[in-house]
């Protein structure tokens, strides 16, 4: 075993984006820091690789909504090659009928939902008028450290006081509407404003994305407002592509970090965190190697970080009890096609603006519902909610020209299969096949435009991309997995019992998305408490 002599201030387990972002601020501020990833490839579940020969594709994550502004501006991240390209359409497509496009052009969608329901087509702008106001009393959340609701501590009182101000100044209509997000299902809050189905089942399902929840299922009404508060240039609910796939946005953030003086090692696993008295002085790396460094972050799970980078022996029991219970609970898949021709679908053939956007295979509630009923008993839905993008049409430079890819993100795929987990090897090629089949009822000949396919199960989440039980978010955007409960009460600013050893990945305030806002507080903390 062999040990760096070299002394770093901290060492950043995973280069994610939220690791890379933690450690790029660090060396702006002057410290010495060393970002270590088990992959070849930097970016974590942020990541471009080429699968087939002149087909670059965006593996797991897909698209960007929630990468705060503040990180692009203090990092300048376009002059580090970030660019996004806007995705400003939403396409639902039915078996009969013409389904519906909601387009950037607000009369043009008031319109297209007529066709449905004059009502709603009248409601539609009040309601992403009232959801926009509630995101802005909701959205400084995501940019603060949690602040602990137990503490008498001055300062933690008066930003405890701080937010009960902002709420303080919501009319009793806004308060109202706000307990409803707080506690009902997205079908349900929704259903108070909307009467068509061909409308409210595409809007639905952002309640699901990151859950083990069905549209029906209490709590989901936020996690609908979470990913309602996208934001790009400043203008809400506004969502992109990124140049050269999501990969892009961590070719980036490491570039920046790079040029602010830190160090990035790939093919480089770590297998424990280095403790000594009590408090962690480096990590082992898995080639038996160690390196040394004042304070450790992990950017990975917290499942991972606490029981099996630390060791539960090594903590207290009440936090290994919470984190055992913390529900990672893994419940979609990920399918990357390469197909040699568009596909067409049959309620709107043809290239239009309308592919160019996010493609939602939602056409009822009822249809959603019983796609997460199949997975409450261990199953994959047979006919799932299939969100599909073609990045191609933005970014012509991901596949050869006349070529195009279909990223299609699929739920419900439960990590829990009922034959046991580590049976999915087993059974992915017949997920595929219906992820497939659903597809081809919508865009026939779709099956035989298909070069290549690869099908990613939680399970190969979690094998290959180091997500515990294939959570896209290192934990359930739930109520009570959020704000100052996540990943643990008490140990929600970052900071671990084991001194020396801090967080910063998605499994912390504020959550999941390539939002970067946990590396940012992470490192704005640590150097706020001297950490360093």
């Given at each position: 075993?062999?040990?760096?002599?070299r002394?770093?201030d901290?060492l950043v387990i995973g280069?994610?984006h939220?690791g890379?972002?933690?450690?790029?601020y660090?060396?702006r501020?002057g410290?010495r820091v060393k970002?270590l990833e088990?992959?070849h490839?930097l970016?974590g579940?942020?990541?471009?690789?080429e699968?087939?020969?002149?087909f670059?594709f965006?593996?797991c994550?897909y698209?960007?909504?929630?990468?705060r502004?503040?990180?692009i501006?203090d990092?300048d991240?376009?002059?580090?090659?970030?660019e996004i390209?806007?995705?400003?359409?939403?396409f639902?497509?039915?078996?009969?009928?013409p389904?519906?496009?909601?387009w950037?052009?607000g009369?043009?969608?008031?319109r297209e939902?007529?066709?449905y329901s004059q009502?709603?087509a009248?409601?539609?702008?009040?309601?992403?008028?009232a959801m926009g106001?509630?995101?802005k009393f909701?959205?400084?959340?995501?940019?603060m450290?949690?602040p602990?609701?137990t503490?008498?501590?001055p300062?933690?009182l008066?930003r405890?006081?701080?937010?009960?101000a902002r709420?303080?100044g919501m009319?009793?209509?806004e308060?109202?509407r706000?307990a409803?997000m707080?506690?009902?299902s997205?079908?349900d809050?929704?259903?108070?404003?909307?009467?068509s189905?061909?409308l409210k089942?595409?809007?639905?399902v952002?309640?699901i994305?990151g859950?083990?929840l069905?549209?029906?299922?209490?709590g989901?009404?936020?996690?609908?407002l979470?990913?309602?508060m996208?934001?790009?240039?400043g203008a809400f609910r506004?969502?992109?592509?990124?140049k050269?796939?999501?990969?892009?946005?961590?070719l980036s953030?490491?570039?920046?970090a790079?040029?602010?003086?830190?160090?990035?090692?790939?093919?480089?696993g770590?297998?424990?965190?280095?403790l000594?008295?009590g408090?962690?002085?480096?990590?082992?790396?898995e080639d038996?190697?160690?390196?040394?460094a004042k304070?450790?972050?992990?950017?990975v799970?917290?499942?991972?970080?606490?029981?099996?980078?630390?060791g539960?022996?090594h903590?207290?029991?009440?936090l290994v009890?919470h984190?055992r219970?913390?529900r990672?609970r893994?419940?979609?898949g990920k399918?990357n096609?390469a197909?040699?021709r568009?596909?067409?679908?049959?309620s709107?053939?043809g290239d239009?603006?309308h592919m160019?956007?996010?493609?939602?295979?939602?056409?009822?509630?009822?249809?959603?519902?019983?796609?997460?009923?199949?997975a409450?008993?261990g199953?994959w839905s047979k006919?799932p909610?299939?969100n599909?993008v073609?990045p191609?049409?933005?970014?012509p430079?991901?596949?050869?020209p006349?070529?195009?890819?279909v990223?299609?993100?699929v739920?419900y795929?439960?990590y829990a299969?009922?034959?046991?987990?580590e049976q999915w090897?087993?059974y992915?090629?017949?997920?595929g096949?219906d992820v497939?089949d659903?597809?081809e009822?919508?865009?026939p000949g779709l099956?035989?435009?298909?070069?290549f396919?690869q099908v990613?199960?939680?399970?190969d989440l979690q094998?290959?991309?180091g997500?515990t039980?294939?959570?896209i978010?290192h934990?359930?955007?739930?109520?009570?997995?959020?704000?100052f409960l996540?990943?643990?009460?008490g140990?929600?600013?970052y900071?671990?019992?084991i001194?020396g050893?801090w967080?910063c990945?998605?499994?912390?305030?504020?959550?999941?998305g390539?939002?970067?806002?946990p590396?940012q507080l992470?490192?704005?903390?640590?150097?706020?408490?001297?950490a360093l």
């Amino acid at each position: 075993m062999s040990t760096s002599n070299r002394l770093y201030d901290a060492l950043v387990i995973g280069g994610g984006h939220n690791g890379l972002i933690c450690a790029a601020y660090l060396a702006r501020a002057g410290r010495r820091v060393k970002v270590l990833e088990k992959r070849h490839v930097l970016g974590g579940a942020a990541v471009t690789e080429e699968l087939y020969p002149g087909f670059r594709f965006s593996v797991c994550s897909y698209v960007v909504s929630l990468l705060r502004p503040q990180i692009i501006r203090d990092l300048d991240l376009p002059r580090h090659g970030l660019e996004i390209l806007p995705l400003e359409c939403s396409f639902a497509p039915h078996v009969d009928g013409p389904g519906l496009v909601r387009w950037p052009d607000g009369a043009r969608t008031r319109r297209e939902i007529a066709r449905y329901s004059q009502r709603d087509a009248e409601l539609y702008p009040q309601f992403g008028r009232a959801m926009g106001h509630m995101s802005k009393f909701v959205k400084p959340v995501i940019d603060m450290v949690a602040p602990d609701p137990t503490s008498w501590n001055p300062f933690e009182l008066s930003r405890l006081g701080g937010l009960g101000a902002r709420f303080g100044g919501m009319s009793d209509a806004e308060l109202s509407r706000f307990a409803k997000m707080m506690t009902m299902s997205s079908a349900d809050f929704l259903d108070e404003w909307f009467e068509s189905e061909v409308l409210k089942a595409p809007m639905a399902v952002s309640g699901i994305i990151g859950t083990y929840l069905g549209v029906r299922s209490p709590g989901t009404a936020y996690v609908l407002l979470h990913h309602y508060m996208g934001e790009i240039d400043g203008a809400f609910r506004a969502w992109g592509f990124s140049k050269g796939g999501t990969g892009g946005i961590s070719l980036s953030i490491a570039n920046a970090a790079l040029a602010a003086g830190a160090e990035i090692e790939t093919s480089t696993g770590v297998a424990q965190v280095l403790l000594k008295d009590g408090r962690a002085r480096g990590v082992v790396l898995e080639d038996g190697r160690e390196i040394l460094a004042k304070t450790v972050v992990s950017g990975v799970d917290p499942h991972r970080t606490f029981l099996r980078l630390v060791g539960a022996q090594h903590l207290p029991n009440e936090l290994v009890d919470h984190i055992r219970r913390y529900r990672m609970r893994g419940s979609s898949g990920k399918v990357n096609l390469a197909v040699d021709r568009l596909p067409q679908f049959t309620s709107r053939p043809g290239d239009g603006l309308h592919m160019r956007g996010d493609i939602a295979v939602a056409p009822s509630i009822d249809y959603l519902e019983r796609a997460y009923d199949e997975a409450k008993y261990g199953r994959w839905s047979k006919r799932p909610y299939i969100n599909v993008v073609i990045p191609t049409l933005t970014d012509p430079s991901l596949a050869p020209p006349g070529k195009h890819i279909v990223s299609c993100f699929v739920q419900y795929a439960p990590y829990a299969l009922a034959e046991g987990p580590e049976q999915w090897p087993k059974y992915r090629d017949a997920f595929g096949d219906d992820v497939i089949d659903t597809l081809e009822e919508l865009a026939p000949g779709l099956r035989d435009s298909i070069l290549f396919r690869q099908v990613l199960t939680p399970w190969d989440l979690q094998q290959e991309f180091g997500l515990t039980e294939g959570n896209i978010f290192h934990g359930e955007l739930s109520l009570e997995q959020l704000f100052f409960l996540r990943p643990a009460p008490g140990w929600a600013k970052y900071e671990t019992p084991i001194k020396g050893l801090w967080m910063c990945g998605s499994g912390t305030h504020p959550g999941g998305g390539i939002m970067g806002a946990p590396g940012q507080l992470a490192a704005a903390r640590m150097l706020s408490e001297g950490a360093l």
